[in-house]
Structure formats: C-alpha cells, structure tokens
C-alpha cells in the first residue's frame, strides 16, 4: 500500500502548523519550505480547511492556522479522510471482473490487512508525530524531512 502525495502533503501541513513557532503562516511559505507545487498545496489546505483541521483567513494579515488541538488529530482518521481508495485489488468491489471471485479469500484478507494498518494509525495523534526531540530538529531545519524521523 502507498499513501498518495495529497496524505502526504496533509501530513506535513498539519505538523508545520503544530510546531508553537508557527501561529499562522501561508500556503506560499510552506511550499517554499517543502519545495512543493504551490498549486497542489492549495488543494490539500482547502480539503484540510473543509475537514475542519485548520482555519484559513484571506486577505493581508491572513494566513492558516492549526484549527484542531494537536492530541486531538489522530492520524487514521486524516488518512482515510484523505486517502480515495484503499482497495488493494482490481477486483475490490466488482465481483464481476475476475472469474475465480466466487472462491477467492484474498479480497477479504487484503481488507482485514488495510482495517488493521487504520486502527494502528488511529492510535497515534499529531502531537504523537511531534516527539520533542524533534521539534528541536524542526527548528533546526526549518521543515520536515519525514513523518518517520519522528517516531
């Protein structure tokens, strides 16, 4: 399984936005820092805006700010809102594609897999993503690397 770019680019949003030093900020500075399309990001902060994950303000003294607590955000939720599709086959969901469906566990298993990999996102939060150790490498860098390095 891959989480596309959109889950990605939320990701990393969502924890610009929860490191203290960044109250408000814009789309254009974080597309910027992470070297990504202005335009795609534009995408991915309305979404977010319309999940009720941030709030965005136009205008001069506008910007985006984290609308959510931190340890309020749980990670399995951001990826299934974000995230289109999570089938693992072709033939999830039309039995009529494949001629051995009738018999076929795998669909089945492949779905328990994907509930599964959910339900352990799920158990970690956004604040969860921002361990203190590295929101001193935050600082430092001035943006995210990946979500892995600070786990």
Known sequence: ???TRFTDYSLRVLMYLAEPSNERTTIAEIATRFSVSRNHLMKVVQELSHLGYITTIRGKNGGLSLKMAPDTIHIGQLVQ?????????ECDGDDD???IASVCRFKHIANEG???FIAVLDRYTLQDLLVPECRSRLRELKLIDSVESCL
Do not use: K, N
């Open 1 to 3: 399984m891959h989480l």
């Open 81 to 89: 809102a974000t995230e289109h599709s999570f089938a693992l086959t």
């Open 97 to 99: 594609a494949c001629y």
């Open 114 to 116: 994907v509930t599964a």
